[in-house]
């Protein structure tokens, strides 16, 4: 996670940091776990075919209302990042560009890009598994903007990021 800032200088798992200094609140009802594992679900279907290992689900109101992959190459649209997606398929199925309610959930940090497209579809929250040191961009843009949880299932989105760059 770039930027950020943790309680007490370390960020344990599930650790909330909200880049303005002081913690964010963690929501004990919501399943994390479930949903990360989701968006792990399609970082791994992407990295079969032969993309990014980066996957992302939608959901609102506990209920996952859309799920996208990085398809990048397979498209060769270079906007085709698993947030960007998951955003339009929310729009597209909620009937709505503004997503209020909507909390996006990526197995990594993601890009300036697809910051820019959480804030401007007015979603809520995101929460990714682990972070991106060379592009990730939550800390830099979402500050004030979104609710930030990184850290869920960070060693699973890690080691599949691994194993998909040695070409599983």
């Known amino acids: 996670m770039t930027g950020g800032l943790y309680l007490e200088g370390v960020r344990p798992a599930g650790v909330v940091g909200d880049y303005l200094g002081g913690p964010l609140r963690y929501d004990r009802n919501v399943n994390y776990e479930l949903y990360m594992g989701a968006a792990l679900a399609e970082a791994r279907a992407a990295a079969d075919a032969g993309e ?7 959901v609102l109101d506990e209920a996952m209302v859309a799920r996208g992959r990085s398809a990048i190459a397979t498209t060769g649209d270079p906007t085709a990042h698993a947030v960007i997606i998951v955003v339009r398929e929310a729009a597209r199925r ?35 598994a682990t972070p991106d040191a060379k592009s990730g961009a939550s800390g830099s843009i979402a500050k004030g903007h979104l609710s930030v949880v990184s850290g869920i299932m960070a060693r699973e989105a890690a080691e599949l990021r691994l194993t998909s760059a040695r070409g599983h």
């Not at 990014?52 to 939608?58: E, F, I, L, P």
């Open 94 to 128: 909620l009937g709505r560009t503004k997503l209020s309610g909507l909390i996006v959930f990526t197995a990594v940090e993601p890009c300036a890009m697809c910051v820019g497209a959480l804030i401007e579809s007015d979603v809520d929250g995101l929460v990714f």
């Open 52 to 58: 990014a290992a980066d996957g992302a689900v939608a």
